[in-house]
């Protein structure tokens, strides 16, 4: 069609209306960074306008021409729709006005004899009843359609999207209400949709083997993002538990690895309650028609097996730590100092024994393995647990093989949250500098979840106190 070929040749920057999902508030704006970078651009290459309230769901971007803004949504996670935005305004007067002053050959190819399209009428923290809807279409009569409204397939979406004049912020354990000055009203050409179906594919809901700790489809996608994981990507999860961090790199296409101490997980699985049948990690794979990680092997990340002198093999290493709320985490060991071999006829049913594995060790030992199996211009993500009302954005590790790209709060109580680290490999190993990080990290004590419960009386002592 003429119009869609118009918007495929458009070249040049333009401002867009960047609609969210209204969920995971920080993780947003990285969110759609990563998707650019995996694309082939730079997080440079984009340009942001904030709203006034930071929470809200419409930001303003600018990318460096429609292909970037396609590329975009294809990839994110957390953005609705992308808009090529033609008015806003307080009240419908107001959205006329602006609308009258956008250029005409911005609005002609899609207005056009011969087009085809469709308006979507959005309320967000409002309910627009359907009596009111038609009312509302028939407010755009100051637009000279000259094609044909088609519900199925047309050629250009445009979007009708009113605010309400209080949101909501569920980004926070008890849902608060925060007013906006007045209602808000937008009116644009879509340019690209965000597509959640890899999503609702991979809900747990729909899993047949998961655990307590199964990390949720959605966060799962979000964490291979801002990997920069796509087809291709070599990707190892060192604390792979039912792998669900695996299952999202393997949609997008790339070779998965995985290692985990609890052999019960990667070696005997579960019976399905439905079916009946024996169902494990490898099941997950299948289930989906996905390729099946190259391997799974029992090891944890401070005793790994990896051959002296192995570096920069991984695209990206994806994880989430064991941090002790809902699973504590265990390393090698136990308590006799020396461990006697195995009998070659008890080795199919043995159980190795294991020790505590606190957090700051835990992390030392995980950026050691970035820092030495990660290529240059590969990417650590992983969630860091902390008490809220402690943190600070120093208490995140550090490594001087490792920069920081990202760190986005999840809140997940009034008291605890975790946070999510992006970090990325910026020059090959240095073993005397990564000895030192090493140090310095297992020093850090002040808001891992192993010192929480100290953490927590303190503070109460304190504000008493006060």
């Known amino acids: 069609a003429k119009s869609e070929k118009l918007l495929r040749d458009r070249k040049g920057p333009m401002w867009l209306l960047c609609f969210f999902f209204h969920r995971h508030l920080q993780y947003r704006v990285p969110d759609v960074e990563a998707a650019a970078e995996a694309s082939g651009y730079r997080r440079e290459d984009l340009e942001w306008r904030a709203p006034a309230c930071a929470h809200s769901p419409f930001w303003y971007l600018r990318v460096p021409d429609e292909a970037c803004a396609r590329a975009i949504a294809e990839k994110t996670v957390l ?47 409002k309910k627009i009843p359907d009596a009111e809807q038609r009312d509302r279409l028939n407010r ?5 359609f000259r094609g044909k409204a088609q519900m199925k397939s047309p050629e250009n979406f445009f979007w009708l999207i009113e605010s309400a004049a209080e949101v909501l912020d569920v980004n926070t354990p008890d849902t608060v209400k925060r007013p906006r000055a007045v209602d808000h009203v937008f009116f644009g050409r879509e340019v690209a949709r965000g597509d959640r179906t890899r999503i609702s594919r991979f809900d747990l809901k729909q899993r047949r083997f998961i655990g307590p700790t199964s990390m949720d489809a959605e966060i799962a996608a979000l964490m291979c993002n801002q990997g920069l994981v796509q087809k291709g990507s070599f990707v190892y999860d060192p604390f792979v538990g039912t792998g669900s961090v695996l299952v999202a790199a393997a949609a997008a296409g790339a070779v998965t690895f ?17 079916s009946g049948e024996d169902v494990d990690v490898w099941t997950n ?11 799974i092997l029992r090891f944890d990340t401070h005793a790994a097996p990896f051959r002296r ?14 941090y002790g709320v809902r699973a504590g985490g265990r390393k090698s060991g ?9 009998p070659d ?22 950026l050691d393995t970035a820092s030495r199996l990660l290529r240059v211009g590969g990417r650590l993500v992983y969630f860091l647990p902390c008490y809220a009302a402690v943190y600070k954005d120093e208490d995140v590790p550090r490594h001087p093989m490792l920069e920081l790209v990202s760190n986005c709060e999840q809140a997940l109580t009034n008291r605890f949250c975790r946070r999510l680290i992006t970090m990325r490999k910026v020059r090959a190993l240095d073993s005397a500098e990564a000895a030192a990080a090493h140090a310095a990290t297992l020093a850090m004590r002040d808001t891992l979840v192993d010192d929480l419960d100290v953490n927590v009386s303190q503070t109460a002592y304190r504000n008493k106190r006060i």
């Open 79 to 125: 953005v609705r729709v992308l808009i090529e935005l033609w008015g806003e305004g307080n009240d419908y007067d107001e959205l006329e006005k602006a609308v009258a002053k956008l250029a005409a050959d911005r609005k002609e190819p899609f207005i056009a004899p011969g087009t085809t399209f469709k308006i979507l009428l959005e309320g967000f923290g």
């Open 140 to 144: 755009l009569s100051f637009i000279d």
């Open 258 to 274: 995985g290692a985990d101490i609890d052999i019960r997980i990667i070696k005997h699985g579960k019976k399905d309650k439905r």
């Open 285 to 295: 794979f299948s289930d989906y028609g996905l390729e099946a990680p190259v391997g």
């Open 309 to 322: 002198g192995l570096e920069e093999i991984f695209d990206a290493i994806v994880c989430d730590p064991p």
């Open 334 to 342: 136990g308590r006799k100092e020396v461990m006697k071999p195995i």
């Open 345 to 366: 006829e008890l080795r199919e049913d043995h159980f190795p024994s294991t020790a505590p594995y606190l957090l700051q060790e835990c992390l030392a030992d995980l």
